[in-house]
């Protein structure tokens, strides 16, 4: 099984700790996934600071710049995400 996960979350931030990192091994060892992992970050910086290894997690960051904290860059930072996934022809598992 093939998984594709896109977190709006920062790698660092503690909603995927805490919310999502707990799921990726089991779905591995119990379904034989291969999960690949793409989150918004804003820092090239402090992503070299976080390591990150999952067996059967690729992470993939997308560098993106945010414009505040309103609704529409919120609006604006997902539409942004999308086009980049686009651009990089992000396949979508079917399986």
Same mark, same amino acid.
């Given at each position: 099984?093939?998984? &594709?996960?896109?977190?709006?979350?920062?790698?660092?931030?503690? &909603?995927?700790?805490?919310?999502?990192?707990?799921?990726?091994?089991?779905?591995?060892?119990?379904?034989?996934?291969?999960?690949?992992?793409?989150?918004?970050?804003?820092?090239?910086?402090?992503?070299?600071?976080?390591?990150?290894?999952?067996?059967?997690?690729?992470?993939?960051?997308?560098?993106?710049?945010?414009?505040?904290?309103?609704?529409?860059?919120?609006?604006?930072?997902?539409?942004?995400?999308?086009?980049?996934?686009?651009?990089?022809?992000?396949?979508?598992?079917?399986?």
């Amino acid at each position: 099984m093939k998984i &594709l996960y896109i977190s709006y979350w920062s790698l660092g931030d503690p &909603l995927n700790a805490s919310a999502i990192f707990p799921y990726f091994p089991l779905l591995v060892k119990e379904k034989n996934a291969t999960i690949t992992f793409y989150t918004f970050e804003n820092s090239r910086d402090k992503l070299e600071e976080l390591p990150f290894h999952l067996p059967g997690v690729e992470h993939r960051p997308l560098h993106l710049r945010r414009l505040g904290f309103s609704a529409l860059s919120k609006l604006e930072l997902l539409m942004h995400g999308r086009r980049e996934l686009i651009r990089r022809r992000v396949p979508v598992p079917m399986t």
